[in-house]
């Protein structure tokens, strides 16, 4: 059986799995321990939410300086797309192979599976993690734990190949993603005495005027020489819900904003503004008014940005394994931002083109599979 046709069958169990980020991943992540383990993996499940669960295993020594291969098992939504085949039974035509997940990311972890087998059988030097998680979709939640897991028990992995879509290429950074909802409470009443009320919606209304005023800064923040487009980081107000009606003074208002950051700095910054604003000025005027009144934030989604490094071990072993020399930066998220904050060097690099990601029909090519399986297996030579 040849790599591709293992692959290929790996990647039709996978896909068959259906791994949305609300339901549970767990029968997918026992299926690869299972598999992994019968190779001789040692194999460690994490998981912080009932039915989800991260697998972590290792073959060759139990050492630091290991090389990870890391995706996440969770995909995007289904419902409401107009797919033209069950996008749980993944189908091969015209070279393109169909399915949820295919190229968002089963393909690459299921050429990592198959390429299992021959470092199962090598005399390693250096140990390979298999890194799987949940719940990447919605905030890279099981890479967290994951990660805090590696940090708990003192290993330290000297690099980690992300493999998202990325058409073969290798990317050393991108921002990072980060998701904020603001809830403002007043006190409701009729519109004929406002006095007597604290109007939400108002209040709301001041804190998206000062949050587009702060943002203005952002652009001369920018690093020098940044790749990204734009360059700089940047925020947006995504949608504010509040009111019932012409007459009633509102007594709750909710906005949902973002960021992203091309520097961990940035975030740090804007919040460090926007939170001194609410809790010197916004705040204290509302609760003047009444002491009831409150102004809320919710922590939806920080994932890290992977930030280029100079020198960086990841970027110099994919370019060797793929013969590549030039790097780029992308504007999407990813896990990797947080295996490096841990002190991993990271690099993305997986088969397929974001553009097929969370469509309808999502596929991958059968080349993007076989340029993958080339790198994987170039990589046991780094191995050993």
């Known amino acids: 059986m040849t790599d591709l046709t293992k692959t290929l069958e790996l990647m039709g169990q996978l896909i068959a799995f259906p791994t949305v980020s609300s339901e549970s991943n767990r029968d997918c992540i026992d299926w690869i321990a299972d598999y992994l383990g019968a190779l001789g993996a040692r194999c460690e499940i994490t998981s912080e939410v009932e039915g989800k669960a991260n697998i972590f295993a290792t073959l060759g020594p139990d050492t630091d300086g290991g090389i990870i291969l890391s995706g996440h098992t969770d995909v995007v939504p289904v419902a409401g797309q107009n797919w033209t085949r069950d996008p749980f039974k993944m189908a091969r035509e015209g070279g393109a192979l169909f399915g949820r997940g295919t190229c ?128 700089y980081s940047t925020s947006s107000i995504c949608s504010c819900h509040a009111g019932s009606t012409h007459n009633v003074i509102p007594s709750l208002a909710e906005i949902e904003w973002e960021m992203r950051v091309v520097q961990r700095s940035d975030r740090e910054w804007l919040r460090g503004e926007m939170n001194r604003f609410v809790d010197e000025e916004l705040r204290p005027e509302m609760q003047a008014k009444s002491p009831i009144a409150d102004i809320i934030e919710t922590v939806c989604v920080e994932t890290e940005g992977l930030e280029p490094e100079a020198d960086s071990e990841a970027v110099k072993i994919v370019q060797e394994l793929t013969g590549g020399n030039s790097t780029e930066v992308v504007s999407f998220g990813t896990e990797a931002g947080l295996f490096a904050r841990a002190g991993i060097s990271s690099v993305l690099c997986g088969p397929g083109s974001i553009e097929q990601a969370h469509k309808p029909d999502e596929y991958v090519t059968e080349d993007q599979m076989v340029l993958c399986l080339g790198m994987l297996d170039r990589l046991s030579d780094t191995l050993r």
Do not use: W
């Open 104 to 231: 968002d990311m089963k393909g690459f972890i299921a050429a990592a599976l198959a390429m299992a087998p021959k470092y199962a059988a090598m005399d390693l030097k250096r140990p390979v993690h298999f890194a799987f998680t949940y719940d990447e979709e919605v905030g890279c939640l099981g890479a967290r734990v994951l990660v805090n897991q590696l940090i708990a028990n003192g290993l330290k992995p000297s690099a980690c190949i992300v493999g998202e879509p990325t058409s073969m290429r290798i990317i050393e950074g991108h921002k990072g993603m980060c998701e904020y909802t603001t809830e403002f409470r007043g006190v409701e009443g009729h519109s004929s005495n406002p006095a007597l009320c604290v109007n939400a919606l108002e209040y709301a209304h001041k804190f998206m005027t000062k949050l587009m005023e702060v943002r203005q800064q952002l652009p001369a923040m920018a690093p020098p020489n940044s790749r990204f487009v734009p360059p």
